[in-house]
């Protein structure tokens, strides 16, 4: 399936993993947060969100569209490789894995999560603090997302990595090792922000 | 003089009794289905895998004492420097020249790079790689009409540097660690795009630099790159392969700017 224009999807599939899907995905686990000030810091914040202006425009420009992209174009890339961490065990060669494992675990984790919250609101449902408060009455539920919060940012920490290096930024092995460190920082702090919200609704 | 004799008599009874197997994958024409075979041999100080090879091609006998076809196998210079008689041991791809059967856990197992076709037992068809050397222009271009005269001066260190580069053998290790490398996709693989990194260094090949990076900014190029870092691990003489990448990558995101924005002067 390989085309000329191979070069310039997969540039733009670097680019728009960090913006705006990255941007988002930090924005969104912040808004999320307002759920351990209690119910009603949470619906203010997620009310705020939900009447910005040009709502619609916004998420299909800022959120929709880039992340079919993003994640579609993300699966044909993660079914090309031929994994061989048996034969290599290097840590980079592990995030590689890693990347594409949780890559595909999102697009079915997202498309639930937007299924139960966005289509859910589009067909008349309320978005607020009692929707997740019902839906994580569901010890399953619970794992899911904290399954999905903790590979989401980890996708984004490692995928930060590989933007570096991807648009030449980061070339020396010591500035990618350090830009490693800052990137586990990244998952580490991004991964608490995420749990604790999802542990506020419980 | 006999104390001499007693140490060599001692070694003899050493390894007199050791052995050393080999478990091979063996394949007899490009189509056929492969197997295993077992081998195993006496041992001898020094032995490395091409000796064992050889031995067995003295006396093809398998470990089950049935006489079996000679394993075929590709080789050259025997010093780590032509890449032929690469092939994977013990599950790393690697030359065999210098794979000395000391180092390894028994049974040794031999397998083709199977990112190649694969020929007959463990010889290997590279000409994807010398292809993609022609595709990207790996060659510093010094012919014309009439005589150019000589090329502009590379500085003594850069020269020094560049050296380090151009110990690449295109012995297809690189390739066989790389998991974006294979028959889904079309990538060139890392050797190459540390080649284009090489000529585009050199100042007279540098007049061809965006030709060179307008092949790896096309199909099966730099992008296929998926940064897993196998290659440097890899490779056996030690190229960095992932800071050549990196740079590339740098210098493709520069030629995109160029490209996109305009510019009728592509050298430089």
Redesign the interface.
Same mark, same amino acid.
């Given at each position: 399936m390989?085309?000329?224009s191979?070069?310039?999807l997969?540039?733009l599939h670097s680019l728009l993993g960090i913006i705006p899907v990255g941007l988002f995905l930090a924005q969104h686990l912040v808004i999320n947060h307002f759920a351990t000030r209690g119910a009603e810091a949470f619906n203010n914040a997620s009310n705020f969100m939900g009447n910005l202006p040009f709502v619609l425009f916004l998420e299909w420009f800022v959120i929709y569209i880039p992340l079919m992209f993003h994640a579609f174009y993300g699966v044909y890339?993660a079914?090309?490789?031929?994994?061989?961490v048996?034969?290599?065990g290097?840590f980079?060669?592990w995030?590689?894995?890693l990347?594409r494992i949780t890559g595909v675990f999102l697009v079915i984790f997202i498309a639930w999560h937007i299924y139960e919250t966005r289509i859910q609101k589009a067909l008349g449902a309320e978005v607020d603090y009692n929707m997740m408060a019902n839906i994580f009455e569901n010890p399953f539920m619970i794992a899911f997302y904290i399954a999905g919060v903790i590979a989401a940012t980890f996708h984004l920490a490692n995928g930060l990595?590989?933007f570096l290096?991807?648009?030449?930024?980061?070339?020396?092995?010591r500035s990618?090792k350090i830009v490693t460190y800052v990137s586990i920082a990244a998952f580490v702090i991004l991964s608490v922000i995420g749990v604790q919200a999802i542990l506020a609704f419980v | 003089m006999s104390e001499q004799n007693t140490a060599v008599q001692e070694r003899e009874q050493q390894t007199a009794q050791k052995t050393v197997r080999f478990e091979i994958l063996r394949q007899d024409t490009a189509e056929s289905t492969p197997y295993w075979e077992k081998f195993e041999l006496e041992y001898r100080p020094n032995m490395n895998v091409i000796s064992a090879l050889m031995e067995i091609r003295r006396n093809p006998v398998n470990a089950d004492g049935e006489k079996t076809t000679p394993v075929n196998w590709d080789m050259n210079c025997l010093e780590e420097v032509c890449g032929a008689c690469s092939m994977v041991i013990n599950?790393?791809p690697r030359q065999s020249c210098t794979a000395l059967v000391d180092q390894f856990t028994q049974p040794i197992r031999l397998e083709p790079m199977k990112t190649f076709p694969v020929v007959r037992d463990l010889i290997v068809d590279r000409e994807f790689m010398f292809d993609s050397l022609k595709k990207i222009k790996a060659w510093v271009p010094i012919d014309g009409t009439y005589d150019l005269g000589e090329g502009p001066r590379m500085p003594e260190r850069k020269r020094q540097w560049a050296y380090e580069l151009s110990k690449c053998m295109t012995c297809g290790v690189c390739l066989e *660690?790389c998991? !974006?490398v294979?028959d889904?996709?079309?990538f060139i693989g890392p050797a190459l795009i540390s080649q284009v990194r090489l000529f585009n260094t050199h100042p007279t090949g540098a007049m061809n630099k965006d030709e060179r990076l307008a092949t790896i900014?096309?199909?099966?190029?730099?992008?296929?790159c998926?940064?897993?870092?196998?290659c440097v691990?890899?490779c056996p003489k030690g190229i960095?392969l992932?800071?050549s990448? *990196?740079?590339? !990558?740098?210098?493709?995101?520069v030629q995109?700017f160029k490209n996109f924005f305009g510019s009728d002067h592509m050298v430089d």
């Open positions: 390989s085309r000329e191979d070069f310039y997969r540039r890339i079914f090309t490789a031929k994994n061989n048996q034969r290599f290097t980079r060669n995030m590689f894995m990347q990595w590989g290096v991807t648009w030449g930024i980061t070339q020396s092995p990618q | 599950g790393r *660690a998991p !974006n294979n889904k996709t079309d900014m096309a199909d099966g190029g730099i992008t296929e998926g940064n897993s870092q196998n691990v890899a960095p992932t800071t990448i *990196a740079a590339m !990558n740098r210098a493709t995101s995109l």
